[in-house]
């Protein structure tokens, strides 16, 4: 039995975890979205010792793998200690610590916890969170699309936008009616949005050095590149093409054809793996992605570079944003 039992704050709460076979019994403490558990805990769960829980964490944040500011917090707790209970302020992590610690660990009570943990989130704090959240962010939405759609008025009827401009705009404001989806999208909870499907395979790296070669000549016979455009920065394309397939726990990490698309563009325009023209060539391999996978999709020229730069502009923190765009415009277009 744990001795350590996290103190119910505003905003959070305590659920139990018990390990399937009955050998493990874990006060959680839920809070913010995440979950949270000491270093002893973690030992717990993971079937190992404090120390060396401690070990990988210290390994987890030197290698800046995480932050320690972002993923760990001094929470309340009442001990036992001999006869008596105790309160007091523990370190605690939160789930991005506990997986980063799982991996290193590699006990199959790591997966099991991981997984209960996924259930309970989604079962405990989107049903305690969301309704204040969803009735705000619904007000805000609404004004948002009408301040979306003067701006898009305004500059239109005043022609103060090129083609490309006008692109960027008809496509955001085409897509503003699907951030209701966005705010109650969860894909442990929420099935994909209907149209996306299974993915055939991996772009092949050989079929994409060619493409791009192709692609370079056409464009200096143009003059239209620079000699560096698409230089290759070592092995980061082919980095880029294994993190699009990588698996977690055996499943894929991106499940449909639309999310492997969408990260394809994403990562190669953001991650720049040449020296030159990374978003063109990353429009390239998003077309030649979409044709082998037989996604349709309904980007002409201009819409595909308005995309484009809306995820080349795109702060970092907003990359899930972007992601779920690109999927829901594949898959809006294949219903």
Known sequence: ?????????????????????????????????????????????????????????????SSGELEERATSEDFSVVQTEGRRKVR?????????AIISVGYRVNTKRGVRFRQWATRTLHGHLVQGFTVNERRLAERGLREARETLDLLARTLSNQALVDDTGQAVLDLIAGYADTWRLLLEYDEDRLPEPPGTGPSSGVLDHDRAVSAIAEFRRELMAREQASP????????????????????????????SREEKAAHLLYFVVKDHPFTDGN?????????????????????????????????????????????????????????
């Open 1 to 61: 039995m744990n001795d350590e039992t996290p103190e119910s704050a505003v905003g959070g709460e305590v659920a139990v975890y018990e390990d399937a076979g009955g050998e493990v019994r874990v006060d959680v403490r839920l809070d913010r979205e995440t979950v949270w558990l000491t270093q002893r805990q973690m030992a717990e769960v993971f079937d190992s010792t404090a120390d060396n829980v401690g070990l990988h964490l210290r390994n987890v944040y």
């Open 88 to 96: 007091r302020r523990l370190k605690h992590y939160n789930l991005d």
């Open 228 to 255: 560096l455009f698409g230089s290759p920065r070592g092995d980061a394309l082919a980095g880029i093409l294994g993190n699009i397939e990588q698996t977690m726990f055996g499943e894929p990490l991106y499940r």
């Open 279 to 335: 978003k063109r060539i990353g429009s390239l391999l998003f077309l030649l992605y979409l044709k082998q996978e037989a996604i349709e999709h309904g980007l002409n020229p201009q819409a595909l570079t308005a995309l484009t730069l809306l995820v080349a502009e795109s702060a970092p923190a907003g990359k899930d944003l972007m992601i779920r765009l690109i999927v829901n415009l594949l898959a809006g277009a294949s219903e």
